[in-house]
């Protein structure tokens, strides 16, 4: 049986003498799309960012697909792709420039990368060779999807993926969400709008006062069910 | 190892083409270095003797208020955006990105101690083409330790709230040993070196240099974690 992509066990991290997370445990398998809700400040961003290696626990641990977050960051860090409230994308370089950014970051060439291809996908073909200065947030948050378009990874951490876009980027993000699925990758999905997420989530877990509990999607099947 | 030497490319590109884009960054630290110095002159006034006995101070000094400035900003643009939490994202190893930071910065500051130099030079009457190879080596290695040290710093102080004026506080005092060796070799490659001590305080800016190097290189993974 192949490793879950996500294995938490007894995660609670501090900030200062606040503890946003008291003790999450989790397991979502390959293949499945977790929707995770809960009120502002309850900790769903940083439960995503302790997944992706970003954040180390103060107490519990974490596997992405049986890689250790702390101990073998450097093996879960090529699996994991994010798109965060920011972009993280660098207002005085390009849009073509920011994805050549991102592919030699990630150790690969720029040389045959399918930036312009990738550019069209999410709607910035005019503006490939403009300055990120002046794009708007929406804008900004396509060119983050451009760069995870370009290496797709295995466990997609996607954090309000579908504030600042409109109709047609969401649909992106959740084409996008579902070809990570299909092809045996994770997706987490944090969000308010369930009702956006319940097109491609199996599963529904809400964070309260720094606890998990796992509900189901109404109208929703739960494919995969519980791990 | 390649893909190393990729991503520090990588970070060293991204720097610079940010940097002559804007150019916001150069200006105002030439800016400063050219006030700091009119600021000393002034202060000092006229007399060749006391110029002569604190110039290689005067220099220096100017260096690092002017490189504070130029550190600050490496680490602001990757928080403007949250880049930093996409950099630490990346695979591979995040000393990758200290290097990175550490030769645009080191370009940098050796590029403003270009135009500021020969400023320095004509405004307190520096025999500064005489000595200009010496000069050279002395400000490389005294820059490369003020660099490396003002990059890690900068790297531990983008995680604090005011991180402006602790900048500052945590990095002035690691420096005193550097800097007296940079004052020290300078002042004696200017105005003559009585005791014969230049070649020793070079050695010793090369031992700092490499500690300084090592240690920012080991640490660097753990200050840069939230």
């Known amino acids: 049986m192949s490793n879950p992509a996500v294995l938490a066990a007894g995660v609670a991290r501090r900030f200062g003498r606040r503890w ?199 109208g929703v099947p739960a494919a995969g069910g519980q791990p | 190892m390649n893909a190393e030497i990729q991503r520090v490319g990588a970070i060293v590109w991204k720097d610079l083409t940010a940097e002559r884009r804007t150019k916001a960054n150069f200006n105002s630290v030439v800016f400063l270095a050219g006030m700091i110095l009119l600021l000393f002159g002034f202060a000092i006034g006229p007399g060749g003797e006391i110029i002569d006995a604190i110039s290689g101070g005067v220099l220096w000094l100017t260096v690092l208020f002017s490189g504070v400035l130029s550190f600050n900003r490496s680490y602001e643009q990757e928080l403007e955006n949250g880049a930093l939490e996409m950099l630490l994202l990346y695979p591979g190893d995040r000393r990758a990105i200290f290097v990175g930071k550490l030769l645009a910065n080191l370009f940098f500051v050796l590029l403003v101690e270009v135009v500021m130099v020969p400023l320095a030079a004509l405004l307190y009457d520096l025999p500064l083409w005489a000595h200009i190879g010496p000069l050279a080596l002395v400000l490389v290695l005294g820059t490369i330790g003020f660099v490396t040290l003002g990059t890690f710093y900068a790297a531990m102080a983008s995680r604090l709230r005011a991180r402006e004026v602790m900048l500052p506080l945590l990095l002035f005092p690691m420096l005193v040993p550097l800097l007296v060796g940079a004052v020290q070799a300078t002042g004696g490659i200017l105005h003559g070196d009585l005791m014969g001590s230049t070649a020793s305080w070079l050695k010793l800016l090369v031992v700092f240099d490499v500690i300084f190097f090592v240690a920012a290189l080991l640490a660097f993974e753990h200050i840069i974690e939230d």
Do not use: C, W
């Open chain 1, 20 to 218: 946003v997370l008291r003790g999450i445990d989790l397991a979502i398998q390959p293949g499945q799309v977790v929707a995770l809700t809960g009120r502002n400040g309850s900790g769903k961003t940083t439960l995503l960012r302790l997944i992706a290696s970003i954040l180390r626990p103060t107490r519990g641990e974490i596997q992405v697909f049986g890689f250790h977050t702390i101990r073998e960051g450097a093996s879960v860090r090529p699996l994991v792709g994010m798109l965060a409230h920011n972009a993280g994308i660098y207002d005085d370089l390009t849009a073509a420039e920011n994805l050549v950014f991102a592919l030699r970051m990630a150790g690969h060439s720029a040389r045959r990368a399918p930036i312009s291809e990738v550019l069209d996908r999410v709607g910035l073909t005019s503006f490939e060779f403009e300055r990120v200065r002046g794009f708007s947030a929406g804008m900004r948050r396509r060119l983050g999807l451009a760069r995870l378009l370009l290496r797709p990874p295995r466990l997609l951490l996607l954090d309000e993926p579908y504030a600042s876009f409109d109709q047609d980027g969401i649909e992106l993000v959740n084409e996008f969400a579902a070809r990570i699925r299909d092809e045996g990758g994770a997706v987490i999905l944090s969000t308010h709008d369930i009702g956006r997420a319940a097109v491609v989530a199996d599963r529904r877990a809400h964070i309260a006062d720094g606890l998990l509990g796992e509900q189901a999607i109404p």
